[in-house]
């Protein structure tokens, strides 16, 4: 009985307990009476509170508590995070991820550090989360993807270290270059495989293009050569050309792949009519027809077209048209197989340069981009100025890559200029060498910064040592004097001639030079320039001509010079197309002890055959020199000074050494130099079959100058010869190389007299070579 009224009471206890809850309303109805965070160190707790959704006073949402967590999360700053209730306490208990101490790469051979260091996001002092690590290793991959590298690998190592701080180490293991061991194409018909190849940057793995990497394995490379391969049937007449495909497939070594492009060529056409429309008052096209590349009748080429349009947008902005637009209409006649052209030129869209951004440089300051510019903010935009200016930052030589285009600005009527720059070294140590019959082992070196503390400032240093010639300059430009387009400058110079086996005497020259110079037009440049210099003629042989002895001794030269120069090459450093003029002028007798006035022609044309492959240039420069002193109450038939005659050859006239072509003693064979000169020089660069990337071409050239008309009795009053002056042309041939080496650029010229004079010096070769740092 008494265990029968025992089991009455446990279960009716049990009922109790076990009763039913209170409904969700009633639960919700607890407010959070205080939140306490627990595992923060560096992340203050009211930090934390800020991002909860939860405050206190209000309800124990589940909801929002969820809400809280996710956003917790989110920041990035915990490994782990945990909400929960304590009574009436909301407790947030975090696990703060580590703050980065040191970043490192191990096994990294082919990429240097500070390479892989600016692709990864990660950086020290930044919170360390799996997922940006993750990140960072995929960017490696691709950095070694995109250098060919497909077996790379990538494991991240973490160190742990006190005050929650880690250690990234990034292992690498980098794997062999991942090639390319074929590539064919399908579909082509009138071009071989090898002509294609030739067209394309991509190239076949092959054991000399150990120093290129257009021989590994790179989608965005191949998408550019789908580009390629667009623009070389275009230009051969194959308006109609598509790729189909370009499939990469790993060879089953998985050491290499092979690149297989599928083609359709389409149809060869040829230009039928070109016409020239326009809708502008008062502009006549008959002007413009002389713009035309294109013509009826030639296979059609895009370049010629694109190259017709530009000619046309440049012409017309010229004739003071600010708003123009050139477009190239197409009639096409498939059974003809032509396709006509009309220039249509109308008025453009009013548009006005917002803005001018620049990106990429690092070193050089905004404004010595910024000056090149012919377009300033305000003006109306000119596509003719904005290539000019493009081609101005080129000309400066800071950049490897110059990209200048417009893009929409904040209206219709606004666009915005953007440039992007990749700088470039441009600290030069140049060494020259030569060998000629007269001065034997000529050697060079110039100490030279183009781009001084990023200002657009030269700084030159050089020293030209040989058996028979020292000579040391120190030249310093400021190309925008006050900021103003005006360059001002200054060269110190110190020279000493060992002449002794050419015309048995030494000389030497000391002096400064301070110039100055100023655009007179977009294209026309003049350079001013004062001279003080000490010249002395000294060691004068005993067995010297009577005209050398005569010249013995130490004179002062003052003098000022002007250079005009006109300038429409399309490169100034390695120009391909257009062509140069200058004259310079020289007038000594401003104080000083001689008198004379000098002219210094030069010229220079290049024609593009077929750029960059076959470039044909000529070059021509000369100079007249007379004495004045009989003109001015100096000692009558006072004739120019040895020192300031012409003595052409060596760099100049290639084939003969310096002074190696002129006027000598009769009896000595004395050099005794010109009072006037010219040489011309034609040359054509020709491929010589090697693979482009080993960057080494030929070239062919010859060369016609003299030097004659002394100024000096050439027979004695009995008529015995003294003075040997054929004033007959001298003609030299020859062959050259160049090569852009790893090392910097390297020249070779071999040449030989074809026609020469008794006594003539020739110089078999020329070589120099130099780097850049």
């Given at each position: 009985?008494?265990?029968?009224?025992?089991?009455?009471?446990?279960?009716?206890?049990?009922?109790?307990?076990?009763?039913?809850?209170p409904?969700?309303?009633?639960?919700?109805?607890?407010?959070?009476?205080?939140?306490?965070?627990?595992?923060?160190?560096?992340?203050?707790?009211?930090?934390?509170?800020?991002?909860?959704?939860?405050?206190?006073?209000?309800?124990?949402?589940?909801?929002?508590?969820?809400?809280?967590?996710?956003?917790?999360?989110?920041?990035?700053?915990?490994?782990?995070?945990?909400?929960?209730?304590?009574?009436?306490?909301?407790?947030?208990?975090?696990?703060?991820?580590?703050?980065?101490?040191?970043?490192?790469?191990?096994?990294?051979?082919?990429?240097?550090?500070?390479?892989?260091?600016?692709e990864?996001?990660?950086?020290?002092?930044?919170?360390?989360?799996?997922?940006?690590?993750?990140?960072?290793?995929?960017?490696?991959?691709?950095?070694?993807?995109?250098?060919?590298?497909?077996a790379?690998?990538?494991?991240?190592?973490?160190?742990?270290?006190?005050q929650n701080?880690v250690?990234?180490?990034?292992?690498?293991?980098?794997?062999?270059?991942?090639?390319?061991?074929?590539?064919?194409?399908?579909?082509?018909?009138?071009?071989?495989?090898?002509?294609?190849?030739?067209?394309?940057?991509?190239?076949?793995?092959?054991?000399?293009?150990?120093?290129?990497?257009?021989?590994?394995?790179d989608?965005?490379?191949?998408?550019?050569d789908?580009?390629?391969?667009r623009?070389?049937?275009?230009?051969?007449?194959?308006a109609?050309?598509?790729?189909?495909?370009?499939?990469?497939?790993l060879?089953?070594?998985?050491?290499?792949?092979?690149?297989?492009?599928?083609?359709?060529?389409?149809?060869?056409?040829?230009?039928?009519?070109?016409?020239i429309?326009?809708?502008?008052?008062?502009?006549?096209?008959?002007?413009?027809?002389?713009?035309?590349?294109?013509?009826?009748?030639?296979?059609?080429?895009?370049?010629?077209?694109?190259?017709?349009?530009?000619?046309?947008?440049?012409?017309?902005g010229?004739?003071?048209?600010?708003?123009?637009?050139?477009?190239?209409?197409?009639?096409?006649d498939?059974?003809a197989?032509t396709?006509?052209?009309?220039?249509?030129?109308?008025?453009?869209?009013?548009?006005?340069?917002?803005?001018?951004?620049?990106?990429?440089?690092?070193?050089?300051?905004?404004?010595?981009?910024?000056?090149?510019?012919?377009?300033?903010?305000?003006?109306?935009?000119?596509?003719?100025?904005?290539?000019?200016?493009?081609?101005?930052?080129?000309?400066?030589g800071?950049?490897?890559?110059?990209?200048?285009?417009?893009?929409?600005?904040?209206?219709?009527?606004?666009?915005?200029?953007?440039?992007?720059?990749?700088?470039?070294?441009?600290?030069?140590?140049?060494?020259?060498?030569?060998?000629?019959?007269?001065?034997?082992?000529?050697?060079?070196?110039?100490?030279?910064?183009?781009?001084?503390?990023?200002?657009?400032?030269?700084?030159?240093?050089?020293?030209?040592?040989?058996?028979?010639?020292?000579?040391?300059?120190?030249?310093?430009?400021?190309?925008?004097?006050?900021?103003?387009?005006?360059?001002?400058?200054?060269?110190?110079f110190?020279?000493?001639?060992?002449?002794?086996?050419?015309?048995?005497?030494?000389?030497?020259?000391?002096?400064?030079?301070?110039?100055?110079?100023?655009?007179?037009?977009?294209?026309?440049?003049?350079?001013?320039?004062?001279?003080?210099?000490?010249?002395?003629?000294?060691?004068?042989?005993?067995?010297?001509?009577i005209?050398?002895?005569?010249?013995?001794?130490?004179?002062?030269?003052?003098?000022?010079?002007?250079?005009?120069?006109?300038?429409?090459?399309?490169?100034?450093?390695?120009?391909?197309?257009?062509?140069?003029?200058?004259?310079?002028?020289?007038?000594?007798?401003?104080?000083?002890?001689?008198?004379?006035?000098?002219?210094?022609?030069?010229?220079?044309?290049?024609?593009?055959?077929?750029?960059?492959?076959?470039?044909?240039?000529?070059?021509?420069?000369?100079?007249?020199?007379?004495?004045?002193?009989?003109?001015?109450?100096?000692?009558?038939?006072?004739?120019?000074?040895?020192?300031d005659?012409?003595?052409?050859?060596?760099?100049?006239?290639?084939?003969f050494?310096?002074?190696?072509?002129?006027?000598?003693?009769?009896?000595?064979?004395?050099?005794?130099?010109?009072?006037?000169?010219?040489?011309?020089?034609?040359?054509?660069?020709?491929?010589?079959?090697?693979?482009?990337?080993?960057?080494?071409?030929?070239?062919?050239?010859?060369?016609?100058?003299?030097?004659?008309?002394?100024?000096?009795?050439?027979?004695?009053?009995?008529?015995?010869?003294?003075?040997?002056?054929?004033?007959?042309?001298?003609?030299?041939?020859?062959?050259?190389?160049?090569?852009?080496?790893?090392?910097?650029?390297?020249?070779?010229?071999?040449?030989?007299?074809?026609?020469?004079?008794?006594?003539?010096?020739?110089?078999?070769?020329?070589?120099?070579?130099?780097?850049?740092?």
């Open positions: 009985m008494f265990r029968f009224l025992l089991w009455l009471v446990l279960v009716g206890a049990g009922f109790a307990a076990t009763g039913p809850a409904p969700a309303s009633a639960q919700g109805s607890a407010r959070i009476q205080q939140i306490r965070i627990e595992g923060s160190q560096r992340i203050e707790p009211d930090t934390i509170r800020s991002y909860l959704t939860l405050k206190v006073g209000d309800a124990f949402d589940p909801v929002e508590i969820d809400k809280s967590l996710k956003t917790l999360f989110a920041t990035g700053l915990f490994a782990d995070v945990t909400v929960g209730r304590q009574g009436g306490d909301l407790v947030v208990r975090v696990v703060e991820n580590p703050i980065i101490n040191r970043i490192q790469f191990e096994g990294n051979k082919k990429l240097e550090d500070k390479t892989l260091l600016d990864v996001q990660l950086r020290p002092r930044v919170v360390y989360t799996r997922t940006k690590v993750q990140n960072d290793v995929k960017r490696i991959l691709d950095l070694y993807r995109r250098n060919g590298r497909f790379a690998t990538v494991e991240p190592k973490v160190i742990q270290l006190p701080r250690d990234l180490v990034f292992e690498i293991h980098e794997g062999s270059r991942t090639g390319i061991s074929r590539i064919t194409f399908v579909g082509n018909k009138e071009f071989s495989d090898g002509t294609l190849r030739g067209a394309i940057q991509t190239v076949e793995t092959r054991w000399y293009r150990f120093l290129s990497n257009d021989d590994s394995y989608p965005d490379r191949v998408t550019y789908r580009e390629l391969l623009r070389f049937y275009l230009k051969n007449g194959y109609d050309f598509k790729v189909l495909s370009a499939v990469a497939e060879a089953p070594d998985q050491n290499s792949f092979y690149l297989t492009f599928t083609i359709d060529e389409g149809e060869r056409y040829k230009f039928g009519k070109i016409d429309s326009t809708t502008l008052k008062n502009l006549d096209v008959d002007e413009l027809h002389s713009q035309l590349q294109t013509e009826e009748g030639d296979w059609y080429d895009a370049e010629k077209v694109d190259d017709t349009i530009k000619r046309l947008s440049d012409q017309v010229n004739l003071g048209y600010a708003f123009v637009e050139v477009e190239a209409v197409v009639k096409r498939r059974q197989r396709i006509g052209l009309t220039y249509e030129i109308r008025e453009g869209p009013k548009v006005f340069v917002e803005r001018i951004d620049i990106a990429g440089n690092v070193r050089t300051l905004d404004k010595v981009i910024r000056r090149e510019f012919r377009l300033v903010e305000g003006d109306a935009f000119n596509t003719a100025k904005l290539r000019r200016s493009q081609q101005r930052i080129r000309n400066l800071f950049f490897k890559k110059v990209d200048v285009n417009n893009v929409a600005g904040s209206s219709p009527d606004k666009t915005v200029i953007q440039v992007n720059v990749e700088e470039q070294s441009t600290g030069e140590l140049t060494v020259g060498a030569g060998y000629s019959t007269s001065e034997s082992v000529i050697g060079e070196v110039t100490l030279r910064e183009r781009n001084l503390l990023g200002k657009g400032q030269d700084l030159r240093v050089s020293a030209t040592l040989s058996t028979v010639r020292q000579q040391y300059d120190l030249s310093f430009t400021e190309p925008y004097f006050l900021d103003r387009n005006v360059a001002a400058g200054i060269d110190l110190h020279i000493q001639r060992n002449l002794i086996t050419t015309s048995n005497y030494e000389f030497a020259s000391t002096g400064f030079r301070p110039r100055m110079g100023y655009q007179l037009t977009e294209h026309l440049r003049q350079t001013l320039s004062y001279t003080l210099r000490d010249d002395d003629v000294y060691n004068v042989q005993p067995a010297a001509s005209f050398v002895q005569q010249q013995a001794g130490n004179f002062t030269t003052s003098m000022i010079s002007q250079d005009l120069i006109y300038d429409r090459l399309d490169n100034r450093l390695e120009p391909t197309g257009g062509y140069l003029l200058s004259l310079g002028t020289d007038y000594a007798g401003v104080g000083g002890q001689i008198d004379y006035f000098r002219v210094r022609p030069r010229a220079a044309y290049y024609i593009p055959i077929s750029a960059p492959d076959y470039v044909f240039n000529v070059r021509a420069e000369g100079g007249y020199i007379v004495g004045l002193g009989r003109y001015f109450g100096n000692q009558p038939g006072e004739t120019v000074r040895i020192n005659r012409f003595f052409p050859g060596g760099g100049n006239f290639p084939g050494a310096l002074g190696g072509a002129g006027p000598r003693d009769a009896n000595t064979g004395d050099a005794l130099g010109g009072t006037h000169y010219y040489v011309f020089i034609a040359e054509e660069s020709v491929p010589l079959g090697l693979p482009k990337e080993l960057g080494i071409t030929g070239r062919i050239f010859g060369a016609a100058g003299l030097a004659t008309n002394t100024g000096l009795p050439m027979f004695s009053p009995s008529g015995v010869r003294l003075i040997n002056d054929t004033g007959n042309l001298r003609a030299s041939a020859g062959i050259g190389f160049s090569w852009k080496s790893p090392f910097g650029p390297i020249r070779i010229d071999i040449a030989e007299p074809v026609v020469k004079e008794p006594g003539d010096k020739r110089e078999l070769f020329r070589f120099g070579f130099g780097t850049q740092f």
